[in-house]
């Protein structure tokens, strides 16, 4: 093991690292947090629904069954980030470096925890999408917002919300996320309005009032695109997903760039290894990326689709362009998935929301330090029925 820690030596640095951006935990204003202090697992029975009937006098009435269901929460996931510090490293450094390592890994852990409760929002039963209010089958035809004399962004929102309340979420408890794109739309919306509420969206920052519903800028939304492959790239044709570059070539050799393989279906083979991190990287598939451009691929995931590669993100749009010769290889349009939601609809159970703890090598000054939290999400069968998805495209197709 070699810890890289030639730009924090004593030396003639700036007296703190860079500054970075924090973010509280925005899943644990939202979610609806359940209470296991001792246990790993909870059961969450409910009594099914039950329809009314009518009594006529002198007249027996068949007696109904009581039919009952169980949901479970169970602390099953671990999100960990480890690193280990020599004495000697710690000596040194112009600076302590070990709280920052780990105030930045408590970050990673913390967004990692966001990423997954706002990809609940799939297990919805209600859609709200270009086709207008139902059932969520999987299938999402995503809505492109409008803003001017012609804007749709309050009817969207709107006919969401009362959609839900109409089968049987209660209004006062309505919430609404949306990712930063979609919050300009709705402060262009405040101001072409004239609302007093315009003045104050800008003060709170990520929260928020719009349609009466307490409106929450979100970054880690559920995200997704296509990306079409039917025709074999051509070297030095290049894609950005998050704003790390692959590179296609005849013989790859430098970190990024993806093994043209002979024909589209198995480039596209590696394209997909690429981007997962997955399989061995070699000149024959991919050279694998740096450490800090993996990082930022957290969180995204590639489906090999023969001559297309499905991508889904964690972090809302994918921010993601291509280079490419064969004007049909393309990205689709880029969607997020926003949410009009009954507060606590989803569930969690968080134990230690971040630990941290440290163990000693024997015979070295070597300390190891794992950072990590516990914690379950869940959207029960009640919940499902108090959450309607919202698909927006955040990103037209490219032409």
Not at 125 to 133: P, S, T
Not at 370 to 394: D, G, M, N, Q
Request: charged share 20%.
């Amino acid at each position: 093991m070699a810890n890289d820690l030639q730009y924090v030596v004593k030396q003639h640095y700036a007296n703190a690292v860079q500054d970075r951006l924090e973010k509280s935990l925005v899943a644990m204003d939202l979610a609806g947090m359940i209470d296991i202090p001792n246990w790993t697992t909870k059961n969450l029975p409910l009594v099914q629904m039950r329809s009314t009937g009518n009594y006529t006098k002198y007249t027996a009435q068949t007696i109904a069954d009581v039919d009952t269901s169980n949901d479970q929460i169970i602390i099953d996931t671990n999100p960990m980030v480890n690193f280990a510090l020599d004495d000697l490293d710690e000596d040194d450094n112009y600076i302590n470096i070990k709280p920052e390592i780990i105030a930045d890994a408590s970050y990673q852990i913390k967004k990692r925890i966001d990423w997954d409760f706002f990809a609940q929002v799939m297990n919805a039963k209600w859609k709200y999408d270009a086709n207008g209010f139902g059932v969520n089958t999987g299938t999402l035809s995503p809505i492109t917002l409008v803003t001017g004399a012609s804007q749709n962004i309050s009817a969207t929102f709107g006919w969401a919300k009362a959609g839900l309340v109409s089968v049987g979420a209660n209004w006062n408890n309505a919430i609404l996320w949306v990712d930063p794109f979609t919050i300009n739309s709705l402060t262009t919306l405040w101001l072409e309005q004239g609302y007093n509420i315009a003045d104050e969206s800008y003060s709170r920052g990520f929260k928020g009032m719009f349609g009466w519903m307490k409106a929450y800028e979100v970054s880690n939304l559920y995200g997704s695109t296509s990306f079409a492959m039917a025709t074999e790239p051509t070297a030095d044709d290049y894609f950005y997903i998050q704003g790390v570059k692959f590179t296609f070539k005849a013989v790859p050799s430098l970190p990024w760039e993806i093994d043209l393989s002979g024909t589209a279906a198995t480039t596209v083979d590696n394209v997909v290894l690429a981007i997962n991190g997955t399989g061995t990287p070699s000149a024959t598939t991919y050279i694998e990326l740096t450490s800090e451009d993996r990082a930022r691929l957290e969180g995204v995931t590639a489906t090999d689709a023969t001559t297309s590669i499905t991508i889904v993100s964690k972090w809302g749009q994918l921010t993601a362009t291509s280079s490419m010769t064969a004007a049909a290889n393309d990205f689709a349009a880029q969607v997020v998935n926003c949410t009009v939601m009954e507060k606590w609809a989803i569930k969690m159970a968080l134990r230690n929301a971040v630990k941290v703890s440290s163990a000693r090598e024997p015979l070295k000054l070597v300390t190891n330090y794992f950072i990590y939290a516990r914690y379950w999400l869940k959207v029960t069968t009640r919940s499902k029925e108090r959450i309607v998805v919202i698909p927006l495209v955040s990103k037209a197709a490219e032409a």
